[in-house]
């Protein structure tokens, strides 16, 4: 379950679908262009061969001018930066939340006196011999 939970914390979620789905529709990446500092879906070239300029979204002020160009492509960028510190953090966070319903569940059972009991007590109804 540890190893779950770094695994689906820790993964960053890849704009490649969404980018490429939006570019071959012909639709704006404007907005991911101006939130990931990135220009096009592999570089400011896919802008120049198709359109012949690039859009104000690829530049950092808007000033179009080539010092302030982004040269990275969108489909290199990613939706949430997450590093492991945070996702071992909140495991372990879990593991110990974990353990402490485990230590009041183990104190509930020894206040009411439930009998101990083993899976050969609970089946022996049931085997036919």
Same mark, same amino acid.
């Given at each position: 379950m540890h190893l779950m939970i770094i695994l689906v914390l820790t993964q960053r979620y890849p704009l490649v679908h969404e980018i490429h789905s939006?570019?071959?529709k012909r639709e704006s990446i404007?907005?991911?262009e101006i939130m990931y500092n990135c220009c096009?879906?592999?570089g400011p070239d896919d802008y120049l061969l198709l359109y012949?300029?690039?859009p104000s979204s !690829?530049?950092?002020d808007s000033t179009?001018?080539?010092k302030d160009l982004y040269y990275t492509g969108c489909l290199n960028k990613n939706d949430?930066?997450?590093t492991i510190v945070r996702g071992e953090m909140v495991t372990s966070l879990i593991q110990f939340?974990? !353990?402490i319903l485990l230590m009041c569940f183990y104190f509930f059972i020894k206040q009411i006196k439930a009998p101990q009991r083993s899976l050969r007590d609970l089946w022996k109804d049931r085997i036919i011999l």
């Open positions: 939006k570019w071959i404007n907005m991911y096009g879906v592999f012949g300029k690039l !690829c530049f950092s179009m001018e080539s949430i930066e997450s939340i974990f !353990c």
